[in-house]
Structure formats: C-alpha cells, structure tokens
C-alpha cells in the first residue's frame, strides 16, 4: 500500500492548487511518503518540493484509503493523509516536475476539475471541524463507486 500526503495552503480566502496535466486536475501539492519518514516529515517536505515554501503550522484534515477496483478487484490502494496550513515562507514556484501552481478563490474549488473525492476533502477542509477519516473506492478510470467516512474529534 503507497502512502501519500498533501498540504492545502489556504490564505486571505485563497488555496494554493496544484494542475496535473496527465487529468487536468487540481490537487494539493504533495506527494509519497518515503521510507522512514514520519506523515508529517513527508508533509513538510513534499510541500516544500512542490511549491518552493516551508511551513511548521501543518494540521491534519483528513486520512482516507482509496481504492482502485476493476470488476470488483482491487487493483491499487492508498493510504492519504491531507494537512492544511495558513502560513508558509519562502519564494513559491510556479511550477514543478508534477506541473503547475495557482491560486485559486475558495468558492472556486467546487467548480474545478478534480477527483469527487477531493471535493469532499477540499469542502471538510474549508468548513469542517475535527479529523475527517474514510474510505473511497474508484474504477480505473477514477469514477467514484463508494464513499464511506466520518468526523473524528
């Protein structure tokens, strides 16, 4: 099972996306956890790869398994784990090896490509309280089948 953290940077009514060409999605910048590392070493990091700034201040918003499955196999599965911080230093990039950054208003985010997911995760993490912790299941193709989850405090 791969793990993979991501960061949601939100500030002044804006987050900081990142668009994957391969879908033309928007995700958070983040990526793998590395051997040895701990969710957050990765999360600072990966953070910092990916968009050129450092923050201390990650709080977690939400752990999920997402699954892939075709006719009813599994054939991948995730373990996400997704942080949100309000400050960060440093110079941000424009773009990175996974492709490029933007700054998008947070009514926004309900209009913009993405996995269904994620619009879950986006929405708890704008509005919610606590730790949002679930399951999604996914075709191949990334068409939502299952979506199981609850509120953690």
């Not at 879908?23 to 999360?43: F, H, L, T, Y």
Request: proline content about 2%; some cysteine.
């Amino acid at each position: 099972m791969q793990r993979v953290t991501t960061c949601m940077f939100i500030q002044n009514g804006q987050v900081l996306l990142l668009n994957k060409p391969r879908r033309g999605w928007w995700v958070a910048p983040g990526g793998k956890i590395a051997e040895g590392e701990s969710i957050a070493e990765a999360c600072e990091r990966e953070f910092y790869e990916e968009t050129g700034l450092k923050s201390n201040s990650f709080k977690l918003v939400s752990i999920f398994t997402v699954i892939n499955k075709k006719d009813e196999q599994v054939i991948k599965e995730w373990m996400f784990y997704t942080f949100k911080t309000d400050t960060a230093t440093g110079t941000q990039l424009n773009e990175n090896h996974e492709g490029y950054l933007e700054w998008h208003s947070v009514e926004d985010i309900y209009k913009l490509p993405m996995a269904e997911g994620d619009h879950i995760i986006f929405d708890h993490a704008l509005n919610g309280q606590g730790v949002l912790i679930g399951t999604f299941v996914y075709t191949e193709e990334y068409q939502l089948l299952e979506t199981r989850y609850s509120i953690h405090s």
